[in-house]
């Protein structure tokens, strides 16, 4: 069964730091480009950022720009994002999602992504 799990959520205070995970199981995520996504409640799922499969692209939103950095190890088959300088609204549920394809432009569209995990909640408040 092809899957995708994200790890890492929590609550944390603002200014605090999170690493979230996204590993698979049942494939190997090389040959995809990455997305990470957020939801609130009451709210449309929105692009936080992108890498693509080698790597050597990244994209975020502007909200996380400066503040959120996605990378990979593909050895160990998991996508990392590292949340610095976390806010109240960042509070969400975090999804990440693999595309076949990476798009340099829409790289949020959720046209593009094949599989999708089951979310982590992140908090941040004091």
């Known amino acids: 069964q092809l899957q995708l799990v994200e790890s890492g959520g929590g609550l944390v205070q603002p200014g605090g730091s999170l690493r979230l995970s996204c590993s698979a199981s049942?494939?190997?995520?090389?040959?995809?480009?990455i997305g990470w996504f957020r939801q609130v409640p009451g709210k449309e799922r929105e692009g936080v950022s992108c890498?693509?499969?080698?790597?050597?692209?990244?994209n975020y939103a502007d909200s996380v720009k400066g503040r959120f950095t996605v990378s990979r190890n593909n050895a160990k088959n998991t996508v990392y994002l590292q949340m610095n300088s976390l806010k109240p609204e960042d509070t969400a549920v975090y999804y990440c999602?693999?595309?076949?394809?990476?798009?340099?432009?829409?790289?949020?569209?959720?046209?593009?992504?094949?599989?999708w995990g089951h979310g982590t909640q992140v908090t941040v408040s004091s």
């Open positions: 999602a693999a595309a076949s394809q990476y798009s340099g432009t829409y790289y949020f569209a959720e046209a593009l992504y094949d599989y």
């Open positions: 049942g494939f190997t995520l090389d040959y995809y480009a």
């Open positions: 890498i693509s499969s080698s790597g050597g692209s990244t």
